[in-house]
């Protein structure tokens, strides 16, 4: 089960400054409680909100001393980053179209940083940012939070230790309903942030939910993206952003995948799935009944693999906090992800190194990529479904 | 329930000759099974076999008298046409390449045809048939047999009756284990018939399974594909077959739809599933549990219908043998093909109509459509992902 | 697979007459699919109804001639018996009340005999009926049809071969909703048989079901219920037979048991559920679902075995007839039973042996301890849940 | 969703001091991670561990200053009540036995308790707790944690509002499988304290999970139990604490109940389950995967009742934090606990009254009735599986 290494030899909590996630936000309290749940972070400023009397009052009820509410994220970082009892991180979860401004700013102060996806909405932006983190020494965390689900990182461990064999055929599919009334009110007028292509980026569904089944086929499969062949457009008729999308897929060891995500699938849930075949045997993962993993041999039967259950990798281990048969979620999942930022920082600070138990959370890297295979599927559909060479490729190769 | 109707008027079960499925081939005992199961169809002949020893022993082991049975299958066409008291329909189970030979010759000799998919293994082969079918006035089934599933039946009348509004979005799979392993004794000397492209088909994937999955499309959104962007080809190194396909659909209505087969997923057994959603709802359906069906609106809890359950339409119902939580099966899912097609053969011989629960299965036409869509997603792929007009638009169009 | 033996070397399909399920019984109709589906019986005379007229009707609708319908079942029992072209087995499927003098008719006329359960409603009745079976030295069939599923057979050998270590605890219910509805139409004046203390047996419960659930443990675990503490009634108001049981048991080696029965959970469907657990595992079955069964074993991840997967005894293997993932259900597993029946009936024809994998069908010694149980059930209800050692033991140390 | 109300007026955290819980104890981190997900309690003192060494590390471990670390529980519960920012609740997660002193002395010292169960070991300790807590005034809340699962709270809502009708039969079990190894290395020689009578209490089985079933079963159905007849004992050999019971039980409104529990079955992991069939339908849920609730209606389709999805009642609302499909668990449910009772005690002390969607938690009244049923199922089974009033009738009427 979880353990601490790194944050116990340190002897103290993390100070982390949040920025966003005001009352209203979803993944506010999300995040909020992901740093908090393991005992490794302690909230000490926030920018929660970019309206004055909002931030105040939602930093109040978050516990902050007012001293500690910022209500411009700016303030936040230049201040915190030099008071000696000052945050040491910040996590940002604002609009997307911010992540880069604060992001950066941040980087630039010597803070830490824990930010949503999608990393930025330009592919320009990505880069800089990219670049930027890597040259700051610093850690940058992207919150792809479904890779922190304890069975999702058993799938990696069997596909790592070879129990799959060669990957050959890869699905991944990350289905929602929540944009399918086609009643719903949201119109031109009155739209929020995710409908506005500046503020919530070039493409509603890859920016929501396309990049996390990006971040999660690559996770799991160890591979990338080579080319893709793909469409990508808006079901409900009117709508003025992307709403569902569609791929083909060339991996880089030769394997064919596919993509499918959608926001427009009336009465589902949040149904993200990644199904990997070898040689050797296939796995099955549904996010909606995350703690159970089936892992389908070649010539033996199925197998179900548990949280805590046996002939768990260490990294699956790791990932849990409970005994078997009693369900973790969402939350601890996310957790997982602030643990094992909190695992890296700590490392940078005391100077040691993380247990590579808490090495694989998702980077400004894994951010590029995303942003960038958001690009080339919009190319892709564009140019009429002609199967398009992947720009991370390169990346890949320069890594 | 399952009712009698046409046949119960015309007192008598229907003659029917065998041609294929002797020892060792699994569909041919499905085939039997299905035709006797509801106690409509009476074997009367036999060619089960090419090679005479082994046509006369299967003979003989399901019961034929030694002058009904044929070591070829022209004579049997020939002779039971003729006998007075001779086969009215031959059941056509033959390797791909035959279906064409042996059924235009029965339909010239004045017989109905049950036959098994593809229909044929060329285009120019399924267009002459399509039309000497449509042209003769007799019966032509084709055995997509999971469009016999109750569950399937009764997603088909849900999308027709409108509760799941317009269709947006359509996702078909039908992925399969069973040429998975690399170590597989087949190779380029010793081939099965269905490796050979000659005899089996130009793409072993779509003849075996994906020309049930477009069918399975086809006959629950009451849509037809208007273009696809695909890749096909061969996963397993050295492989001189297509084991995959993947394709990105318009259908007539612009709806969008996610297609995938494939039959190198090692450790997966028969995982033929569709997902449809529409303005009002989606529903769920997977082969390997056909007993339930989830229907998912669009703002009401998740439904789960049942075989003999509430709230099933008359089509549903019709498909059913047995109170509530008894399930069925594949046989019983075959056997309801072959329960319409009795239905039609009875009322062509009795000069009545047959009941529309009794008027969905697959005839030439769908077979006509399916060998269509396997040349549409070859020229696809050929074209490097390029969006092709289906061929089959017009003939939807004129039909 | 299903494999043909003994009644192949017969050359022949062996003659049946049907007694009972006329048009209109649910039992019927499965008895005589269950009979022809594998091509081991052939029915040649019938006595379908006790009222003539349907008993004619009913005949021919299945195929009979004339002279083969009878209108009176003790008049088949005795031509069909003399006639050299006569039923060599009867299957009997009468109301409960009826299938003691039908089968003493038909072992008297040295008939073979399939019977469907419950075997007899008194317990004089079934003492003296296994004692004519057993002295015949002619095959008896009880059709606790259950048994026939594939995974059921898995889980007996699963047991047999100790893959489960020492049987500790067993728990197995069957809870149905068809007796749940109050305002239900069937009243004391207008009562079908199966309400009828007289016809219907002293429980209708236990009669219709709790027989099968306590097949079904001893079937699975090779176990007997040494001793019971039960408590039986009637959940619905006004009700005058029993809709509901509940028992804790004492296995032969020193095992606990759960037993539950009912026919008053509303909306539940056909939930026969057993689950065994040893030193070195547990397994689960749900009838629901048959084609998978649950092993968990001490300290390895949970199995999922399927029909015709990996791992299958010889005895489960015999059980299917088709590839892995392709559904078989309540047809085919009755057919089973037929199965079985037909092998052993070929054998004594024949003179030869019958294989193992064909010698795990009920017989009368299973309905005696069925009939047996159920008064012992009866009884301890009676004395206020006192334990009362269950009469099967004696006749178990006797066998 | 989950909504502040009281705590939010009272505009701060509730200051907690923990007993017990320190490093190595699984259920010590469930309850501060419980406290503090919500933002609701503060954890100001501790006295983790009865060896001081280890309760100031563990202390400091959980970040308490020095000063408010204790190495005796009752030096805490002393000195807290009387620092003006002293602990107003202590949580109690200490061995069985010591849970009755530590309650007893926090409420004399006029601090609210919550207290994992059972509450005591003896019958008479849990009278004498329960005057003492209802004679306080103070809120006392015991860790019944699996009713505070969204999806069991909407069961208990459908009960309340009549969806099923009259409640007729309850099936209940928890099956375990973590004390089934016979070579488990636990002997008399180095108990654990579970396996001690004394501190463990008179049942092992009963103790640690008996009484959740009887919980559950009483918070979903609103019923009390009236009669029981019941066997427990070991089914490990050579084991001298009971490892299984199993018990028929007769509920205050005539219904009939199962109970099943045991920690002996290999290979399951915690699988609590409860059936509630009414005369209009029947639930089912299961804490594998608790974020389904099946409800099956008498003559309707089966629904899935989800966590944040539609038709909840306002108390399943109240107890999720996230939109649906994103999976809550454990750590949640158990934390909707402590959120119900951080609202009576803000109550409390803010002179109001909480809302009742806070009013379900367990209280000392649950506790005693579930000590009290412990020594009712031991008393039928010493008696031979004889009916025994439950003495808690006589409480129930009362009340």
Same mark, same amino acid.
């Given at each position: 089960?979880?353990?601490?290494?790194?944050?116990?030899?340190?002897?103290?909590?993390?100070?982390?400054?949040?920025?966003?996630?005001?009352?209203?936000?979803?993944?506010?309290?999300?995040?909020?409680?992901?740093?908090?749940?393991?005992?490794?972070?302690?909230?000490?400023?926030?920018?929660?909100?970019?309206?004055?009397?909002?931030?105040?009052?939602?930093?109040?009820?978050?516990?902050?001393?007012?001293?500690?509410?910022?209500?411009?994220?700016?303030?936040?970082?230049?201040?915190?980053?030099?008071?000696?009892?000052?945050?040491?991180?910040? *996590?940002?979860?604002?609009?997307?179209?911010?992540?880069?401004?604060?992001?950066?700013?941040?980087?630039?102060?010597?803070?830490?940083?824990?930010?949503?996806?999608?990393?930025?909405?330009?592919?320009?932006?990505?880069?800089?940012?990219?670049?930027?983190?890597?040259?700051?020494?610093?850690?940058?965390?992207?919150?792809?939070?479904?890779?922190?689900?304890?069975?999702?990182?058993? *799938?990696?461990?069997?596909?790592?230790?070879?129990?799959?064999?060669?990957?050959?055929?890869?699905?991944?599919?990350?289905?929602?309903?929540?944009?399918?009334?086609?009643?719903?009110?949201?119109?031109?007028?009155?739209?929020?942030?995710?409908?506005?292509?500046?503020?919530?980026?070039?493409?509603?569904?890859?920016?929501?939910?396309?990049?996390?089944?990006?971040?999660?086929?690559?996770?799991?499969?160890?591979?990338?993206?080579?080319?893709?062949?793909?469409?990508?457009?808006?079901?409900?008729?009117?709508?003025?952003?992307?709403?569902?999308?569609? *791929?083909?897929?060339?991996?880089?060891?030769?394997?064919?995948?596919?993509?499918?995500?959608?926001?427009?699938?009336?009465?589902?849930?949040?149904?993200?799935?990644?199904?990997?075949?070898?040689?050797?045997?296939?796995?099955?993962?549904?996010?909606?009944?995350?703690?159970?993993?089936?892992?389908?041999?070649?010539?033996?039967?199925?197998?179900?693999?548990?949280?805590?259950?046996?002939?768990?990798?260490?990294?699956?281990?790791?990932?849990?906090?409970?005994?078997?048969?009693?369900?973790?979620?969402?939350?601890?999942?996310?957790?997982?992800?602030?643990?094992?930022?909190?695992?890296?920082?700590?490392?940078?600070?005391?100077?040691?190194?993380?247990?590579?138990?808490? *090495?694989?959370?998702?980077?400004?890297?894994?951010?590029?990529?995303?942003?960038?295979?958001?690009?080339?599927?919009?190319?892709?559909?564009?140019?009429?479904?002609?199967?398009?060479?992947?720009?991370?490729?390169?990346?890949?190769?320069?890594?």
């Amino acid at each position: 089960m979880n353990q601490n290494t790194v944050i116990e030899k340190l002897g103290r909590r993390l100070r982390l400054g949040v920025i966003g996630g005001g009352s209203g936000s979803f993944i506010g309290a999300m995040h909020r409680q992901a740093a908090t749940l393991d005992g490794r972070f302690e909230i000490v400023a926030g920018a929660l909100s970019s309206r004055p009397d909002k931030a105040i009052r939602d930093g109040e009820l978050i516990g902050l001393p007012l001293d500690r509410i910022y209500t411009d994220a700016m303030d936040l970082i230049r201040e915190e980053s030099v008071r000696p009892d000052g945050a040491e991180v910040v *996590a940002i979860m604002t609009p997307n179209d911010s992540h880069f401004i604060y992001a950066m700013a941040a980087l630039d102060a010597g803070l830490h940083v824990i930010c949503d996806k999608p990393m930025t909405n330009t592919l320009s932006d990505a880069k800089e940012l990219h670049k930027k983190a890597t040259d700051s020494g610093l850690v940058f965390c992207l919150t792809h939070n479904y890779s922190g689900y304890p069975m999702v990182r058993q *799938a990696r461990s069997m596909v790592e230790q070879g129990e799959l064999g060669t990957i050959r055929l890869v699905q991944v599919e990350y289905v929602q309903g929540g944009k399918a009334d086609e009643n719903d009110p949201v119109t031109d007028d009155v739209v929020p942030w995710r409908y506005d292509p500046i503020r919530g980026g070039p493409s509603l569904v890859m920016g929501d939910i396309g990049t996390h089944a990006h971040h999660l086929l690559r996770y799991v499969t160890l591979l990338e993206v080579q080319s893709v062949s793909a469409e990508i457009g808006a079901i409900v008729p009117g709508r003025k952003t992307h709403d569902y999308a569609g *791929a083909l897929l060339h991996l880089t060891n030769g394997a064919r995948g596919n993509f499918w995500v959608t926001q427009a699938a009336a009465g589902v849930e949040n149904s993200l799935r990644i199904r990997v075949s070898g040689t050797r045997g296939s796995i099955e993962w549904h996010q909606e009944v995350p703690q159970r993993l089936e892992y389908k041999p070649l010539s033996a039967p199925v197998e179900v693999r548990t949280p805590s259950g046996p002939k768990l990798s260490p990294l699956a281990q790791n990932a849990s906090r409970i005994v078997a048969g009693h369900p973790e979620g969402f939350h601890e999942a996310f957790a997982n992800i602030y643990k094992d930022a909190s695992e890296a920082i700590a490392s940078k600070i005391s100077g040691t190194s993380p247990s590579s138990l808490s *090495a694989t959370f998702p980077t400004s890297y894994d951010g590029l990529l995303g942003v960038m295979f958001v690009h080339d599927v919009i190319e892709s559909s564009k140019s009429g479904g002609k199967w398009v060479e992947c720009q991370s490729v390169d990346l890949v190769t320069d890594n």
